[in-house]
């Protein structure tokens, strides 16, 4: 059982930073792309930022300049460090691996908060 554990998430005031972090373990397959989504409240999930297992990035425009994704490809850690925060920021977010079969594996999800 693929196992995504995710930790990092919590309140913050608007301006401020968070770091998440997610390390997958408990699978025997190569990892194509690692990832984050979120998630808020009346809102389809949307793609966060990526990065592929050579290091290509893809965000988001509503992020772009304020949130910068890596990796740790030995400790199949992935990490969002989230700077210059606002109120809608604020949402489920959810870590994210694909495998080269596109098949998407999800962890359960932390809550980000942003207070104005």
């Known amino acids: 059982q693929v196992q995504l554990v995710e930790s990092g998430g919590g309140l913050v005031q608007a301006g401020g930073s968070l770091r998440l972090s997610c390390a997958a373990s408990?699978?025997?397959?190569?990892?194509?792309?690692m990832g984050w989504y979120r998630q808020a409240a009346g809102r389809q999930r949307e793609l966060v930022a990526a990065?592929?297992?050579?290091?290509?990035?893809n965000y988001a425009d509503s992020i772009k300049g304020r949130f910068t994704i890596s990796s740790d490809n030995a400790n199949n850690t992935v990490y969002l460090q989230m700077n210059s925060l606002n109120p809608e920021d604020t949402a489920v977010y959810y870590c994210?691996?694909?495998?080269?079969?596109?098949?998407?594996?999800w962890g359960q999800g932390t809550q980000v908060t942003v207070s104005s």
């Open positions: 994210n691996i694909r495998t080269w079969d596109l098949i998407d594996y």
């Open positions: 990065i592929t297992s050579d290091g290509r990035k």
């Open positions: 408990r699978f025997d397959f190569d990892i194509n792309i």
